[in-house]
């Protein structure tokens, strides 16, 4: 899948368990070739609602990181998932 | 689970009166007669009022609608063609069954991406919800097929422990993995199991019984 379908993904999973769905806001940041960065997804939510992203132990954001990893497919470039405020 | 007895001249009365207290309609509860009652002599001797055990029906509709809508999205966000069919089990759990797509990647290693949705499904589908309904998802029967397979495995290592009297630690296993091996040996004469370690390493010990 390419990296616009995971920003949808991730928006549709995040809306879900928030109580600001307004304020969800991910975008993708391009890891460069050359420097061997990865490609980010920045999840941007409520403050109020950290929590119901991240979840108990992180347990909500790594079900999202196996969801990710799912959904990139096989042989599909590793995206990383940063959940900011 | 809401429920009222009720008396009333006849069964009918009985029902009609408890539907008003609940608040329901006929469709929505179960009905459980408890005393038919009897006319008496003339309408007044001998007779006895009619009761009734009226219980409001529990149906997880509003959870099973965020789930299926949250899921069909979800996947469609994925890739992925897929059915789904939804069976509220006498489990009391309600059972979500994701058929066509691409199984192997909704199942994932070990199960883990199926693992992982069902997690999502089971918060979302409750956010805000008085009564936490838990959600069992599967895709294409995996999980029976699999139980089947950790059944096998959890008697065989059973036996082992049996022959040997020495204890045997299983391979690392979700929760509802852990789950079927302790049921499937629960009535085993001989071996108790318990979980050890921390998720997700946490893994499922068969240990000879202690005696009394």
């Known amino acids: ?85 | 689970m809401k429920m009222v007895e009720v008396s009333g001249r006849t069964v009918e009365e009985a029902v009609e009166a408890a539907l008003d207290q609940l608040g329901a309609t006929r469709d929505q509860v179960d009905v459980e007669v408890l005393d038919e009652g009897t006319r008496g002599f003339l309408g007044i001797l001998g007779s006895r009022e009619a009761r009734v055990r009226v219980r409001m029906q529990f149906r997880p509709e509003e959870q099973n609608r965020k789930a299926r809508e949250f899921l069909e999205g979800l996947l469609r966000r994925m890739s992925m063609e897929c059915g789904l069919e939804t069976r509220f089990g006498d489990d009391e759990i309600l059972h979500i069954n994701i058929t066509g797509g691409d199984t192997g990647i909704l199942i994932g290693r070990r199960g883990q991406t199926l693992q992982a949705l069902q997690y999502l499904v089971n918060v979302v589908a409750n956010r805000g919800e008085e009564r936490y309904q838990s959600i069992l998802l599967d895709v294409e029967g995996y999980r029976d097929r699999r139980a089947e397979v950790l059944q096998r495995l959890a008697r065989r290592k059973a036996r082992r422990v049996l022959e040997t009297g020495q204890r045997v630690a299983l391979d690392p296993m979700n929760p509802w993995e852990r789950r079927v091996v302790h049921m499937a040996l629960r009535d085993m004469e001989g071996v108790e199991t318990h979980s050890e370690g921390e998720e997700p390493a946490r893994r499922v010990v068969i240990s000879p019984a202690q005696r009394g």
Request: charged fraction near 30%.
């Open chain 1, 1 to 85: 899948m390419d990296e616009t379908g995971l920003v949808e993904l991730v928006r549709w999973i995040a809306v879900h368990l928030v109580d600001h769905p307004d304020d969800v806001k991910v975008s993708l940041v391009r890891g460069e070739a050359g420097k061997k960065t990865p490609t980010v997804l920045e999840l941007r939510v409520h403050p109020d609602d950290m929590g119901q992203v991240i979840g108990k132990q992180g347990r909500v954001a790594n079900a999202i990181r196996t969801l990710l990893k799912a959904a990139s497919g096989r042989g599909g470039e590793a995206v990383r998932l940063e959940i900011l405020e």
